[in-house]
């Protein structure tokens, strides 16, 4: 499976790094949505009109503020195929508001998926859909992390049993970690991750590697392999692929 970093960083984006999207070719889906990626599909040399599924982990603005504008992209390159749009039920209401105040249902087909209900906010949420599986985990907001075949991709989260359940024996877990090391408390407190509480899920859930990504620096995976010798450790940064 080709996996493609469109973008890597967390809210605020630096010279070379933009909002959390990756892209896995052979699945023409999207997991999250930020930074601009039809542009970056673009430059990466693929279609943005293989695009066929966009999963999203939740409804901050920094995970799905790309979507309009891939959307107006596909629209305007003329899809004739159905889009499909998953997530969380909040995150997909407010996604039905922003496409619908743009007009970009007209001449688009949009078909929306909510993985979730607020009833059961409470409970555990996991189940599957088109091959994905998905587990509700610890974020400020309803957040879903998903997997596909060996690839599991976290969301924003805390430290999560649930997490660790979903990516048992994956190849790959791509592991949100916004906070650095010293700031463990602030981590927790936002519902966020560091490289440590990361690296302590992938080597409870057993995965070959380990990706972090939506992180607020770029982090030396050098460094990182060299303190954590357990697990395969890389820092991807926007538009790097890599194939498992
Ligand atoms: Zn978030």
């Given at each position: 499976m080709k996996i493609h970093f469109l973008g890597t960083s967390w809210a605020v984006p630096s010279k070379d790094r933009s909002g959390t999207s990756i892209y896995l070719e052979n699945h023409g889906t999207l997991l999250d949505c930020g930074g601009d990626v039809a542009q970056k599909l673009i430059k990466m040399?693929?279609?943005?009109?293989?695009?066929?599924k966009i999963f999203l982990t939740?409804?901050?603005?920094d995970h799905l503020y790309g979507l309009p504008s891939l959307l107006q992209v596909i629209k305007l390159l003329g899809n004739k195929k159905e889009v499909s749009i998953f997530g969380p039920t909040d995150t997909i209401e407010k996604i039905k508001k922003v496409t619908s105040l743009f007009g970009l249902e007209e001449d688009l087909k949009l078909n929306y998926t909510s993985l979730d209900n607020r009833e059961k906010e409470e409970q555990r949420v996991r189940g599957e859909i088109e091959g994905f599986r998905y587990t509700k985990v610890k974020h400020s907001k309803p957040t879903l992390a998903y997997r596909k075949n060996k690839v599991t991709f976290s969301g924003d989260t805390s430290y999560s049993e649930e997490l660790i359940d979903l990516a048992k024996n994956s190849q790959l877990l791509i592991h949100e970690a916004t906070f650095k090391d010293s700031e463990r408390k602030k981590a927790k407190e936002k519902g966020h991750s560091t490289p440590k509480e990361a690296i302590k899920t992938g080597l409870k859930s057993n995965v070959d590697k380990i990706a972090l990504v939506h992180t607020n620096s770029q982090l030396d995976s050098d460094e990182l392999n060299k303190k954590y010798k357990s697990i395969d450790i890389l820092a991807p940064n926007d538009l790097e692929t890599i194939e498992i």
């Open positions: 040399e693929k279609d943005p009109l293989d695009i066929e939740h409804e901050h603005l």
